[in-house]
Nanobody, 128 residues
């Protein structure tokens, strides 16, 4: 398990930007694939973006490609999600988590049940 604390959410107008941060505690952050996930009201949690331990491999959901950028700073045990050109449909609670080893797209997109622990999340609200 990798305990995490997310921050950076807020309320913005469509077209605006936000940068989410996720600070992980404990050891071995730099060996884990990490990801951002979101859950909007009445919907299941979904994978937004994931990044492998080195940053050399990333996955983005189709709905955020070209607008969101995931990055990490292993020296600071921190994961980031830069969100640009935000849309009302991006409104959700955003969570970060360590992803189980394996194919990054598979783990991020359809195997959320393998994730062992979640943070409290940070709310993002995008208005028209």
């Amino acid at each position: 398990q990798v305990p995490v604390v997310e921050s950076g959410g807020g309320s913005v107008q469509a077209g605006g930007s936000l940068r989410l941060s996720c600070i992980a505690s404990g050891v071995n952050f730099d060996v884990h694939t990490m990801g951002w996930f979101r859950q909007s009201e009445g919907k299941e949690r979904e994978g937004v973006s994931c990044i492998n331990w080195s940053g050399g491999s990333t996955y983005y959901a189709d709905s955020v490609k070209g607008r969101f950028t995931i990055s990490r700073d292993n020296a600071k045990n921190t994961l980031y999600l830069q969100m640009d050109s935000l849309k009302p449909e991006d409104t959700a609670r955003y969570y970060c988590a360590a992803v189980s080893p394996g194919p990054i797209a598979l783990r991020c997109q359809s195997e959320l049940h393998l994730i062992k622990s979640w943070g409290q999340g940070t709310q993002v609200t995008v208005s028209d």
